[in-house]
């Protein structure tokens, strides 16, 4: 099983920056990828950026050259710097890892996940 804590979420106002953490722990075979998606009030669950064990990067278009993905692989752990900050990024955001266990099976786990309101 894997446990995935999130943090660094909250109230920020429009043009500021947050950044978020995601750590994983427990029985953690190969990760393939790890990840944030978010989900505003209203709307489907969607990817915002990802991020392979080679450190191959994947963004939506709406956060390209705003948002930065990195991730610490001795520690687990994938982050989501986000700089220049506006309304339509408040959503809940929900950190994914993605991956095969022991049996060659995909598995992925999900955070509980963290508020981001961008006040304009």
């Known amino acids: 099983q894997v446990q995935l804590v999130e943090s660094g979420g909250g109230l920020v106002q429009f043009g500021g920056s947050l950044r978020l953490s995601c750590a994983a722990s427990?029985?953690?075979?190969?990760?393939?990828?790890m990840g944030w998606y978010r989900q505003a009030p209203g709307k489907q669950r969607e990817l915002v950026a990802t991020?392979?064990?080679?450190?191959?990067?994947n963004y939506a278009d709406s956060v390209k050259g705003r948002f930065t993905i990195s991730r610490d692989n001795a520690e687990n752990t994938v982050y989501l710097q986000m700089n220049s900050l506006k309304p339509e990024d408040t959503a809940v955001y929900y950190c994914?890892?993605?991956?095969?266990?022991?049996?060659?099976?995909?598995?992925?786990?999900w955070g509980q996940g963290t508020q981001v309101t961008v006040s304009s």
């Open positions: 994914n890892v993605h991956g095969l266990d022991y049996r060659k099976v995909v598995y992925d786990y």
């Open positions: 427990g029985t953690i075979f190969s990760i393939l990828a």
């Open positions: 991020i392979t064990s080679g450190v191959s990067t």
